[in-house]
């Protein structure tokens, strides 16, 4: 996918009070529908474009509902996040302290789960609602770093009036999403807030290296699982007649017997034991082991899929249903991968991996990338997919699903080209 480049919101060598007050300014003439001073940075100005979409209240935002305790525990439980507190907290409480800064941990959905750090800063936090179980997604809290990092998937700093809602223009914040390992989920952000006077270009590069370092520690420890199924696996397989293999519940295969390994296969969300049609095997039969599944490949002929339904109803969770005369079978999509069938949905003739990349990154030179991220798909997706040209197989019906309420649900990097 390539290294993401971090941009800080102060410019190199910019006083910050000065840049405050052209921001104001930029801010206000936004607001107004006047011809703008100068131009926010792009990530901002798309954010901002966002927010006047939903009409979100620039004095207000959209106040919800704080979680009851109970619920933020729950979230706490079910968010995979507990696991990477103490890396997190770790890495970067000691500074948010001395910089007179808080950290954050927020779930996928924008939801504020632990808050730590200066005990100054925190009470100042109380007074804007930036406290735990308060939702601080876009579409909530407006532009932030931590509302729009969930909406963009990268690192965002965000400086005094770049924030949309005008009661966070005191505060400065930075951002990093993390990612479960296992199947490129997202998790959530981490977070550094703090007084607009504290903005530092740094901050955002330590934020994105700490959330790397949690997303390593989730990476060795599905390893470690991995590697306590593969000790399970042998012993099974041995006793298993014909085509099999173990994959852990997220479709890493543990071992296999009288199949060429591979890395990973595509499971249905919410598998459940019976017979099944996967795009790497074709018809199988799933049995339940400690810790993932015994996949059977049946002797039956393969049913083809008939019909794939492209989800996009969601901006927070793209979905590839896929249906066929052994039944359903539904895979949640990285936002990449819901670009790249997006675009192959628009054009069933096939793109190039030139051409794709032109789609995708509005440069058509990005095919190393294109040509990676499509044997992954393939791999997952080998009875849907073709390629020379990349494309939907020419039997399958391909559906794309859009918000019953319209609007843009195409994900932000798609060119604008494709968007039209």
Not at 146 to 158: D, F, K, M, N, S
Request: proline share 7%; hydrophobic share 45%.
């Amino acid at each position: 996918m390539g290294q993401v480049q971090l941009e800080a919101a102060l410019p190199v060598g910019a006083d910050p009070r000065r840049h405050a007050r052209i921001l104001a300014r930029v801010h206000e003439a936004a607001l107004a529908g006047r011809a703008l001073p100068s131009h926010p940075r792009a990530v901002i100005g798309a954010s901002w474009q966002r927010m006047r979409r939903l009409g979100l209240d620039p004095d207000r935002g959209a106040p919800v509902p704080m979680l009851a305790p109970g619920q933020l525990e729950a979230r706490r439980r079910d968010s995979g996040l507990a696991a990477v507190l103490p890396a997190l907290r770790g890495g970067l409480i000691t500074l948010a302290e001395q910089a007179a800064h808080i950290m954050a941990v927020v779930d996928a959905d924008g939801r504020v789960l632990w808050r730590d750090g200066s005990t100054a800063v925190r009470r100042r936090a109380d007074g804007l609602g930036f406290v735990e179980g308060v939702d601080w997604h876009e579409n909530a809290a407006g532009t932030n770093a931590i509302g729009t990092a969930l909406v963009t998937r990268h690192p965002v700093q965000v400086y005094s009036a770049e924030h949309y809602v005008r009661n966070q223009h005191d505060w400065t914040c930075a951002a990093a999403p993390l990612h479960d390992p296992r199947d490129g989920r997202l998790l959530g952000v981490v977070d550094l807030s703090g007084p607009a006077s504290t903005v530092h270009p740094t901050t955002l590069a330590l934020v994105d290296a700490v959330a790397k370092l949690a997303e390593a520690q989730l990476r060795t420890t599905h390893l470690s699982e991995l590697d306590r199924l593969r000790g399970l696996a042998s012993p099974l397989l041995a006793k298993v007649k014909g085509r099999a293999v173990i994959a852990d519940p997220h479709g890493w295969i543990a071992a296999s017997a009288g199949l060429v390994p591979v890395g990973r296969i595509a499971l249905p969300n919410d598998a459940t034991a019976g017979r099944t049609w996967l795009p790497t095997y074709g018809n199988c039969l799933l049995e339940p082991v400690p810790g993932g599944w015994l996949v059977r490949l049946t002797e039956t002929d393969d049913a083809p899929p008939t019909r794939v339904v492209l989800g996009l109803r969601s901006p927070r969770e793209s979905m590839l249903t896929v249906a066929g005369a052994a039944g359903t079978w539904s895979h949640r999509l990285s936002p990449r991968h819901a670009e790249m069938l997006y675009v192959l949905a628009l054009y069933r003739e096939g793109r190039s991996a030139s051409e794709l990349s032109l789609d995708l990154f509005g440069d058509a030179g990005r095919t190393v990338t294109v040509r990676a991220e499509m044997s992954r798909m393939r791999r997952h997706f080998g009875g849907i997919l073709l390629g020379r040209p990349y494309r939907f197989a020419d039997d399958v019906e391909v559906v794309v699903e859009r918000p019953t309420g319209g609007g843009d649900v195409l994900p932000h990097s798609v060119a604008p080209a494709v968007r039209a």
